[in-house]
């Protein structure tokens, strides 16, 4: 992203890898794009441990953000469990969790899911908000919206979500596209990454290479 927050290139890869490997090729990936040289750098992820590892081990330098579209879709999934689905006490009721962590007021999220779950009668109700509670505090540390936007960094990974969807989903799980082999499967997301990438003839070369 340049001073204006306009995106300055993207790069796709598709590969069936271990967490470590993917870890190494976001690495060589990222100083490839010129990480190495930006003032601001940031990790997004979307809470799962594994990403947490990676960045903790090859991104131990950058912002270590939770995504925002996904805690506030949390947010969302509690209130509806607590108040019900389309309820206006569950909009008022994430609105204004929502409103709080935007604003930097993780503190007072967390008291205020320790009352509800204190009061809460039904085991689905305690558990969700349990789980929610946990979800914040593991993450306290990467939920400072505030200072991210202040900084001009991204804080939502709706371009990776939306690159899983068009590059793999759409092609590997419409109707009779499930019987994949592995090897069939990456190779054909290889290809689908590097022609969006605009790497295909480099792709081809290396490949021609290795067959000459």
């Not at 789980?131 to 306290?140: D, E, G, K, M, T």
């Not at 202040?150 to 019987?179: D, F, H, P, W």
């Amino acid at each position: 992203m340049d001073a204006d927050d306009q995106l300055l290139a993207t790069d796709h890869r598709a590969r069936f890898l271990p967490c470590e490997d993917i870890g190494w090729q976001l690495l060589l990936l990222a100083r490839r794009a010129g990480y190495h040289r930006s003032l601001h750098r940031a990790f997004v992820a979307d809470g799962a441990r594994w990403l947490w590892e990676i960045a903790a081990t090859h991104f131990p330098d950058a912002h270590h953000i939770l995504s925002w579209y996904h805690l506030a879709e949390h947010i969302r999934q509690t209130a509806s469990v607590l108040y019900g689905e389309g309820t206006p006490q569950t909009k008022r009721f994430a609105e204004a969790r929502i409103k709080e962590l935007w604003e930097g007021r993780s503190a007072q999220t967390l008291r205020r899911l320790k009352q509800i779950r204190k009061k809460a009668r039904t085991k689905p109700k305690r558990e969700n908000s349990r789980q929610l509670i946990n979800y914040l505090s593991n993450n306290r540390q990467r939920i400072q919206y505030p200072m991210y936007r202040a900084l001009g960094l991204s804080i939502g990974s709706g371009r990776v979500e939306s690159a899983c969807k068009t590059l793999v989903g759409a092609r590997c799980k419409q109707a009779g596209m499930r019987n994949w082999t592995r090897l069939g499967a990456e190779g054909v997301l290889r290809i689908r990454a590097s022609l969006k990438t605009g790497q295909f003839d480099q792709l081809w070369k290396i490949h021609e290479k290795t067959a000459a």
